[in-house]
């Protein structure tokens, strides 16, 4: 099993930055991927980004691209999610999620585990 807790939501401005975290623990030597999900009220939960322990590949979604940026440290098997110039349609909860497989994906069903979520609020 592999446990995912994700922290740094909150309550931002039009164009500012936030930075989340997601560590996570238990058999983490068995995932292959992180990635980041967000869910917005009365829609689907949609992909953000993901990110291979041990590589260098990184997906993003169109919609983010340029203004966030993710980073593993694998040493505190712990990633980053720098997220600037947030805009109001930014606003969700934020889920930090694991693929235990590869190859690297978009697609929510291939996440295994999954954090409680954390959610970013982003004021016009």
């Known amino acids: 099993q592999v446990q995912l807790a994700e922290s740094g939501g909150g309550v931002v401005q039009t164009g500012d930055s936030l930075r989340l975290s997601c560590a996570a623990s238990?058999?983490?030597?068995?995932?292959?991927?992180l990635g980041w999900f967000r869910q917005a009220p009365g829609k689907d939960r949609e992909f953000v980004v993901a990110?291979?322990?041990?590589?260098?590949?990184?997906y993003y979604a169109d919609s983010v691209k340029g203004r966030f940026t993710i980073s593993n440290d694998n040493a505190e098997n712990t990633v980053y999610l720098q997220m600037t110039n947030l805009k109001p349609e930014d606003t969700a909860v934020y889920y930090c999620?694991?693929?235990?497989?590869?190859?690297?994906?978009?697609?929510?069903?291939?996440?295994?585990?999954w954090g409680q979520g954390t959610q970013v609020t982003v004021s016009a």
């Open positions: 999620a694991a693929d235990p497989y590869g190859p690297l994906s978009t697609t929510l069903n291939r996440y295994d585990y």
């Open positions: 990110v291979p322990w041990k590589d260098d590949k990184i």
């Open positions: 238990g058999r983490t030597s068995s995932t292959y991927a």
